[in-house]
């Protein structure tokens, strides 16, 4: 486990980087969302990023966030960027406080269903295959987002905020920064054909975070750069 001190100088290190990119992409930077991502770390550093002023971490797995939530501050929030196997909805219903991995017509309603019988409403965003890396989840075109975007927003429980994608790992930039612009092209198409507010755009990592910025990402997913390798 690293210590508060190399966490902090982590944490000034990809801050510096987020306000150079905005400043490259005239964007003002509190326009960009940083959130820690802690798979695979104990709850330790979940509750560093919350000391640090972070309100929400992100979570890969639902079985692994449901063992770390309760030893975290409890006004902690809890995202879901990792798949959602189907028969895992009811555990992310209950676990999570946003769920970024939306990637099926099928998926969504059973999450949905979930949802009702616990009574919440959980914010989604919808993946996207945007970079088209058959290693990657999330729907492959836009007929399949558009479907599964109609689905999701027939779903009561769930509120659809935006759209996620995660771009082949180690990809060279101009390829990241084709998915980057790929996903913004069909959130705005989305937004246009079904009147649906879809504010968030979940893109950029550690390695890619400059290329998502300036490509208009309203949420960025840092765990290596924070929180080192494990």
């Given at each position: 486990m690293l210590t508060r001190e190399q966490f902090h100088a982590n944490l000034a290190a990809v801050r510096a980087r987020i306000g150079a990119a905005?400043?490259?992409?005239?964007?003002?930077p509190r326009s960009v969302l940083l959130?820690?991502?802690?798979?695979?770390?104990?709850?330790?550093?979940?509750?560093?990023?919350f000391e640090a002023g972070y309100g929400a971490v992100g979570e890969n797995r639902a079985q692994?966030?449901?063992?770390?939530?309760?030893?975290?501050?409890?006004?902690?929030?809890?995202?879901?960027?990792?798949?959602?196997?189907?028969?895992?909805?009811k555990l992310a219903a209950a676990t999570f406080d946003r769920v970024q991995s939306l990637d099926s017509p099928e998926l969504a309603e059973k999450l949905g269903r979930?949802?009702?019988?616990?009574?919440?409403?959980?914010?989604?965003?919808?993946?996207?295959?945007?970079?088209?890396?058959?290693?990657?989840?999330?729907?492959?075109?836009?007929?399949?987002?558009?479907?599964?975007?109609e689905t999701a927003a027939a779903c009561p429980a769930l509120r659809i905020e935006g759209l996620m994608t995660?771009?082949?790992?180690?990809?060279?930039?101009?390829?990241?920064r084709r998915a980057f612009d790929t996903l913004r092209g069909w959130r705005d198409?989305?937004?246009e054909r079904t009147?649906?507010?879809?504010?968030q755009l979940s893109m950029g990592m550690s390695?890619?975070?400059?290329?998502?910025?300036?490509?208009?990402?309203?949420?960025?997913?840092?765990?290596?750069a924070l929180f080192g390798v494990r």
């Open positions: 905005c400043a490259d992409a005239g964007r003002d959130l820690p991502v802690t798979k695979t770390h104990p709850a330790e550093a979940a509750a560093l990023a692994e966030a449901a063992a770390k939530r309760p030893l975290a501050p409890a006004a902690l929030r809890w995202e879901l960027i990792g798949h959602l196997q189907s028969n895992k909805a979930s949802c009702v019988e616990i009574g919440k409403t959980l914010p989604v965003l919808l993946q996207a295959n945007a970079g088209h890396d058959s290693a990657k989840a999330g729907v492959a075109d836009f007929d399949a987002l558009l479907r599964l975007a995660i771009p082949a790992l180690d990809a060279d930039p101009a390829v990241a198409t989305l937004a009147g649906l507010a879809l504010p390695g890619d975070l400059e290329s998502a910025i300036a490509a208009g990402a309203t949420i960025i997913r840092v765990g290596t």
